[in-house]
Structure formats: C-alpha cells, structure tokens
C-alpha cells in the first residue's frame, strides 16, 4: 500500500521526508522478569518507552492509526502494574495473615501448655489435700476404734466386777435370809407352844369364871394371857412382812 503527494513521490507506510532525520528506536526485550510474585510479570519500563518512542515519532509515520498505539501501550503497562500491585499486596496480606496466625497459634499452645500445667498443679493439689484428709479421718477413725475399744473393755471389767459384787450380796443376802427363816421357825414354835400353853390356861380360867369360882387373882392372869394372846397372834402376823422388807 502506497501514498502519493502533489509532487507524485511515493511513500511506502514507514517512509518519511529526507530533509527530516528519523529518530531510531532501541529496542528492548518486552519479556517478562522474575519477581517475587507466584507468576512471573511483564517488564512494563519497555512498553512505556516504545509508547514513548511511537509518541514522538508519530508524525513521522504514514498511517494515522498509530496515535492509538502509545495509549494501548500505556493502557497495557498500567494494567500490568496494577495487576503486579495487586499480587504484591495479596502476597503481602497472605504473610500478614501467616504471621498472624502463627502469632495467634503460638499464643494458644502456649496458653494451653500453661492451662494444663496450672491443671496439673491444682490437681496435684486437690490430689495432696484429698490423701491428707484420707489419713487425717483414718487417724481420727484408728483412734475412736482405740478409744471406744479401751471403754468397752473397761466397762466389761466394771460390769464383771459388778456381776461379781452383785453375786456376793446375793449369796450374803440368801444366807441372812436362811438365817431369818430358821429364827422366825424357831420363833414360831416358841410362840405356837406359848400360845398352846396359854390356850389350855385360857380354857381352864374359861370355864371357873363361867362357873363363877374364879377369883380376881386369877381373873387377872386370865386377862394377862389373853392380851399375850392376842399379842402372839399380832406377833406371828408380821413376821412375813418383817422378813419381807429385810429380804428387799
């Protein structure tokens, strides 16, 4: 494709005036650099000094659309470096992030490391606290065992001595009590031959006054062995009770 002037000099799309110098345009490599991004990222300072170079150099070309190239170019280096900036800061944002959760994740083993060390300690403790409790009620408990023991076979010794004592008073009150009844035996048989005695008396006195040839001698004696009598008789009625309250 070809222009023409009103000259008829013929231009190809790269040409331009021979009064005029044309600017050369050092190339450098449109590549991509390593980084410290996942990915490697196109060198951008190459695309802004082509656009540069196209800018400066566009009146020079033959063809009027290469004044849309330079913008492109811009466009293209910017959006790259955008997209560079953003990696960067993701980057960034993900080490902060690793940061924090290894600060955070350090904090929680340390916090639970002390947890189950203070854990540990009040349950070694709760542990000493409980065994010497044990042992005090165990000590507490030995001790009343002793203490009740020590009661209980001294109150048996007191109740055997008891037993005993109680024995002896009851073999010294059977003794008093077989020696009571042969003296109230012996009393009885006295008392029934003295009232024997004074019933045939009585008789005799008895049947002079009912025939009047009694005297007051006799009347008196009569009167005597009536009241002695009946004093035995009185006698002979309290010896049970007598011999009862000394029983009891």
């Known amino acids: 494709m070809t222009y023409k002037k009103n000259n008829n000099q013929k231009y190809n799309k790269f040409s331009s005036n021979s009064n005029k110098s044309f600017q050369?345009?050092?190339?450098?490599?449109?590549?991509?650099?390593?980084?410290?991004?996942?990915?490697?990222?196109?060198?951008?300072?190459?695309?802004?000094?082509l656009a540069n170079f196209v800018e400066s150099n566009k009146t020079e070309v033959g063809f009027p659309e290469v004044t849309v190239i330079p913008d492109l170019l811009r466009s293209v280096g910017k959006f790259v470096n955008e997209r560079k900036r953003m990696k960067y800061a993701h980057q960034e944002f993900e080490k902060k992030l690793k940061f924090i959760s290894d600060g955070v994740d350090k904090q929680y083993h340390v916090a639970m490391s002390r947890i189950e060390s203070d854990t540990e300690i009040k349950l070694a403790q709760i542990k000493g606290n409980l065994q010497q409790s044990i042992m005090n009620i165990n000590r507490y408990y030995d001790t009343e065992i002793q203490r009740i023991a020590s009661a209980y076979k001294l109150k048996i010794k007191e109740m055997d001595l008891y037993y005993k004592n109680l024995e002896a008073q009851r073999k010294e009150q059977n003794k008093r009590f077989d020696k009571m009844m042969k003296l109230a035996m012996i009393d009885r048989k006295k008392a029934s031959k003295a009232i024997s005695e004074a019933e045939q008396v009585c008789q005799f006195y008895q049947t002079k006054m009912y025939?009047?040839?009694?005297s007051k001698k006799e009347m008196k004696f009569y009167m005597d062995l009536l009241r002695l009598r009946i004093n035995g008789v009185t006698t002979i009625v309290n010896i049970i009770p007598m011999l009862a309250s000394k029983i009891h």
């Open 24 to 49: 050369q345009f050092i190339s450098q490599p449109i590549g991509f650099e390593n980084s410290n991004v996942l990915e490697p990222v196109m060198n951008t300072d190459g695309l802004f000094k």
């Open 211 to 214: 025939a009047g040839t009694i």
